[in-house]
């Protein structure tokens, strides 16, 4: 996450997979689009512009991805009130562009001037996980791979990203779906990686919706390595991509999560389970290596 203030007149922030940017207007009639640039490895996921109308401003929000993007923005206000209660927090859905709220002076005699802050990620507010789902392993069959840090672990796999699974592989190896969707998010154009977390957003990736709205999460591939397109419909157990070691990364290895948006600010993964043999479904404990079936 990270945070850039802002003016009117320099509004050129880069926006990432989790964004926090704060915007600020000195006065009320002060009126200018909010356009964010990716710079490097980073993603444009929305735009927010305003627009003055007679005593109000309004604010506007676009999606700029083909998923769901869930979006909290945060106001300070001075002689200002607005139409909806703040922190507001809204999934858009993708390549949408909505209208959040307006804000209107109290006394159109006193000087009036706003600021915000927004926070960004993708998923949805509203989707409820398909707990009675059982996840494919996410390569082919018979070849068998080590959970080399699993739920809750240690190393990173906290907050947002607790019940994400890392399977210890080498570069190159075929990643299969390990549910049926549609692809609405792909990168694979960084060959750029390494254990500091600078390198968190070159990670190469697919993200892939399910039927209930959740989201699986394909991570740090291969420079082009990606076998699909967005909007793409995939079966379980379809190849999508190469695995790699792109990003945030200590070694060659395939994280994978499933997740949905808790608010701009959150992503909640969630404690899925996979089919360990042709009759058993569980959930993968790190140190053990799985054979898929």
């Given at each position: 996450?990270?945070?850039?203030?802002?003016?009117?007149?320099?509004?050129?922030?880069?926006?990432?997979?989790?964004?926090?940017?704060?915007?600020?207007?000195?006065?009320?009639?002060?009126v200018c689009l909010f356009s964010s640039a990716a710079q490097g490895g980073e993603q444009k996921l929305i735009k927010i512009s305003s627009e003055k109308k007679a005593d109000q401003t309004e604010f506007y929000i676009e999606n700029l991805q083909?998923?769901?993007?869930?979006?909290?923005?945060?106001?300070?206000?001075?002689?200002?009130?607005?139409?909806?209660?703040?922190?507001?927090?809204?999934?858009?859905?993708?390549?949408?562009?909505?209208?959040?709220?307006?804000?209107?002076?109290?006394?159109?005699?006193?000087?009036?001037?706003?600021?915000?802050?927004?926070?960004?990620?993708?998923?949805?507010?509203?989707?409820?996980?398909?707990?009675?789902?059982?996840?494919?392993?996410?390569?082919?069959?018979?070849?068998?791979?080590?959970?080399?840090?699993?739920?809750?672990?240690?190393?990173?796999?906290?907050?947002?990203?607790?019940?994400?699974?890392?399977?210890?592989?080498?570069?190159?190896?075929?990643?299969?779906?390990?549910?049926?969707?549609?692809?609405?998010?792909?990168?694979?154009?960084?060959?750029?990686?390494?254990?500091?977390?600078?390198?968190?957003?070159?990670?190469?990736?697919?993200?892939?919706?399910?039927?209930?709205?959740?989201?699986?999460?394909?991570?740090?591939?291969?420079?082009?390595?990606?076998?699909?397109?967005?909007?793409?419909?995939?079966?379980?157990?379809?190849?999508?991509?190469?695995?790699?070691?792109?990003?945030?990364?200590?070694?060659?290895?395939?994280?994978?999560?499933?997740?949905?948006?808790?608010?701009?600010?959150?992503?909640?993964?969630?404690?899925?389970?996979?089919?360990?043999?042709?009759?058993?479904?569980?959930?993968?404990?790190?140190?053990?290596?799985?054979?898929?079936?």
């Amino acid at each position: 996450m990270f945070s850039l203030l802002l003016n009117c007149l320099s509004a050129k922030p880069t926006v990432r997979n989790l964004d926090r940017v704060r915007r600020v207007i000195t006065s009320a009639v002060a009126v200018c689009l909010f356009s964010s640039a990716a710079q490097g490895g980073e993603q444009k996921l929305i735009k927010i512009s305003s627009e003055k109308k007679a005593d109000q401003t309004e604010f506007y929000i676009e999606n700029l991805q083909h998923a769901d993007v869930t979006v909290t923005i945060e106001m300070e206000l001075k002689n200002l009130v607005s139409s909806e209660n703040v922190p507001y927090t809204s999934t858009v859905a993708p390549r949408a562009k909505v209208k959040m709220f307006s804000v209107s002076p109290k006394d159109a005699k006193e000087d009036s001037s706003w600021s915000y802050t927004y926070y960004a990620t993708w998923g949805n507010l509203s989707v409820s996980h398909d707990d009675s789902y059982v996840y494919h392993l996410p390569y082919r069959p018979g070849e068998a791979f080590p959970v080399s840090q699993g739920f809750h672990g240690k190393y990173s796999h906290t907050g947002g990203d607790s019940y994400s699974i890392d399977f210890k592989m080498p570069e190159g190896t075929p990643v299969l779906a390990a549910r049926e969707g549609v692809v609405v998010g792909v990168k694979d154009d960084s060959e750029i990686g390494g254990s500091d977390k600078k390198f968190e957003w070159d990670a190469n990736y697919v993200l892939v919706q399910h039927s209930d709205g959740t989201l699986g999460h394909y991570v740090h591939l291969q420079k082009s390595g990606v076998r699909v397109k967005l909007g793409q419909t995939v079966a379980a157990g379809e190849m999508i991509a190469l695995s790699g070691n792109t990003g945030h990364s200590t070694g060659p290895h395939l994280h994978f999560a499933v997740f949905r948006a808790q608010s701009g600010k959150q992503r909640e993964t969630l404690p899925i389970k996979y089919k360990v043999s042709p009759l058993l479904a569980d959930i993968l404990s790190e140190g053990r290596s799985y054979r898929a079936f």
